[in-house]
């Protein structure tokens, strides 16, 4: 009863694991996806992540009760044709250097292992690419009040916006997050509403400082972010002979004209 127990708990556990590993392998980066609301199946990164942890740790459990009953078999493995222990078997070796290829590689980034870690991190561009960045770390948890501070909005003329596009309920105290679930959008939607009724120069409203990963971002991806015009952005980049162009990242703008992607970024904000 207690093997049959444990084979199947090991084997439905590990298909939840695999599922969970996939979504995670998937899902955008946490500031985009907190910042999209982003879901899948009904289910929040968070949440995805919490159940990989816990039917994962249950996984890891099975599998060690599975390993003590069937030590013996396992023992076995690890004996040569004459039924004596040797750790060093050939499928002890072959096992070993199989393990040692995978984690030495990724660190030394051999394919196929980067290719993996490409794939991955190409999915997570293309979801900041359509769901958009935050202006700063945890944006959506920010006050309205706030959040317009920062991004140089006049709160008050915020809110009246807000109002006025159908947002109801909303204080100058309402977290961008909430403000965005009382009509069942995303904070990047109400960021999206403020600036087209407020206009103004949009670069002026670029955050002081660059939101966290900003380097990797590519300069189209940055300007969809805070609605900045793209042909405009590249002429004011050239203006002052900083040579861009929209698929390039930050970094690689910074690369090609020694300077740092900070400096990019505040060439944008410079009058």
Partial sequence: MLRKITSLTSF????????????????????????????????????????????GTLFLVMLFIHLWLNWKPIMSYMKNKSREMVVMTAPMIISVLLTLFVAVGTLFHLP???????????????????????????????????FCGFLGFDAKEALAALQQAGYEGVTLESRIVDIAASKGVSPQ??????????????????????????????????????????????????????QADGDMTMKEIGNKNGISPKEVYNALRAK
């Fill in 12 to 55: 439905i556990s590990f298909i939840v694991t695999l599922i969970t590993s996939v979504v995670l392998y998937v899902v955008p980066q946490g500031r985009v996806a907190y910042w999209a609301d982003w879901h899948l199946m009904g289910l929040s990164k968070e949440q995805w992540g919490d159940i990989h942890i816990t039917v």
């Fill in 112 to 146: 196929p292992m980067q290719q993996l870690l490409d794939l991955g991190a190409s999915i997570k561009d293309a979801a900041a690419e359509t769901y958009g960045n935050p202006p700063y770390g945890h944006a959506e948890l920010s006050p309205l009040k706030k």
């Fill in 189 to 242: 939607q109400v960021l999206n509403t403020i600036r087209g009724a407020l206009g103004g120069d949009p670069f002026a409203g670029l955050p002081a400082m660059p939101p966290e990963g900003t380097g990797k971002l590519r300069f189209a991806d940055l300007c969809t972010s805070f609605g900045l015009p793209l042909d405009d952005a590249l002429s004011k980049l050239a203006s002052l002979s900083i």
